[in-house]
């Protein structure tokens, strides 16, 4: 009797690791694109920065007249070189500053590069204002001579 018994209570429980496994896919499958979307965003901000402090360096590194081009050329080489496509991401402004009496040339460089999830499936990441855009902004100060 007994060994009928637990033959019937195995059969029983034949199923529920099944449906424990579907009860805990969807919450997982949610969590895991959660993070490999939060983690592609990350990226993209970094590798943004990166474009913008890149750009800034090169700007103040060229002569005055050719500031802006070079900026925005090697801003645009970073983001290409590294394979995400932001046609003009990079903007660049030279205001002239005087500081105690000292004149200097003040490059700001801007990069804005748009953000699609790679999977989207948290609506959250996908939806919200401040996951759609990834800004970077840096300045450099040089003296004039």
């Not at 925005?72 to 003009?88: E, F, M, R």
């Amino acid at each position: 009797m007994s060994l009928r018994k637990h033959r019937w209570n195995r059969r029983r429980r034949r199923g529920t690791a099944a449906l424990e496994f579907a009860l805990w896919f969807m919450p997982l499958m949610l969590i895991l694109s959660g993070i490999i979307d939060l983690s592609w965003y990350m990226s993209l901000r970094e590798n943004v920065m990166r474009a913008a402090r890149d750009a800034a360096r090169a700007g103040a590194a060229s002569f005055p007249a050719e500031r802006a081009n070079a900026a925005k050329t090697a801003g645009q080489n970073v983001l290409d070189d590294i394979g995400y496509s932001c046609p003009n991401a990079i903007s660049v402004t030279t205001p002239g500053v005087s500081i105690n009496g000292n004149d200097f040339d003040n490059l700001v460089v801007t990069a804005q590069c748009d953000f699609s999830p790679l999977i989207g499936l948290v609506p959250v990441l996908s939806n919200a204002p401040a996951f759609t855009h990834v800004n970077a902004r840096f300045v450099m100060l040089s003296e004039l001579q």
